[in-house]
């Protein structure tokens, strides 16, 4: 079947910061327990959930794939957004250094959809994108992804929606308020990385 995970990792590590981790982004999450890194990293995230891994240089989080379509950018930190779909042969990638897009790559099988930026030093030494994926995330987390044991202690939260201000919309706030949004969009049958 082959590896379906997304997610973000940054060269810092925010166990101890990641109320302001959340803020940066415009996040609201609310932790729901601690998981193993097997559970963290498994195919296929549902949206609203985001499991996170701290090594002990920097921060991976597990997202959905559709939140993994831009890059996600800190200031004075180092960032990698990526998916990779195995099963779709769909492959994402975005690294930011501080702030600034560096490098992106979107691929189908073996057709680059778009490209820019120059390459990353972990591209001269394979050109398959999945390797490409792998090999940075272990440059950016300071960490290989297969060294990390299944039992690993991981993290999970769930995005929370923001209670709406306005009053044209009470009807709509009043179902959607302080609800995790796992089930938003499991209805959507387009989902990016199987139809590029």
């Given amino acids: 079947m082959g590896f379906n995970i997304s997610g973000l990792v940054i060269n810092k ?7 302001q981790l959340q803020n940066e982004f415009g996040w609201t999450l609310k932790k729901e327990g601690e998981i193993n890194f ?10 609203g959930i985001c499991d996170v891994y701290f090594s002990e240089k920097g921060t991976l989080l597990f997202i959905s794939m559709d939140m993994c379509t831009e890059s996600w950018g800190l200031k004075n930190a180092n960032t990698l957004t990526f998916a990779l779909s195995e099963t779709s042969m769909a492959f994402n ?6 702030d600034v897009l560096k490098r992106s790559i979107m691929q189908v ?3 680059r959809i778009a490209e820019e930026g120059e390459k990353l030093e972990v591209e001269f030494k394979s050109d398959d994108i999945s390797e490409v994926i792998w090999n940075q995330i272990e440059v950016v987390l300071g960490k290989s992804f297969w ?23 009470v009807s709509e706030s ?15 049958t387009n989902k990016w990385w199987k139809f590029w």
């Fill in 13 to 19: 590590n925010y166990k101890g910061t990641f109320d």
């Fill in 38 to 47: 097997e559970t963290a990293s498994s195919n296929w995230k549902d949206d």
């Fill in 93 to 98: 990638l975005a690294y930011c250094e501080n």
């Fill in 109 to 111: 099988e073996d057709n």
């Fill in 147 to 169: 060294s990390i044991e299944p039992d690993e202690k991981a993290e999970r939260y769930l995005f929370v929606k923001e209670e709406k201000a306005s009053n044209e919309i």
């Fill in 174 to 188: 009043k179902v959607s308020q302080q609800e995790p949004l796992v089930n938003e969009s499991k209805s959507s």
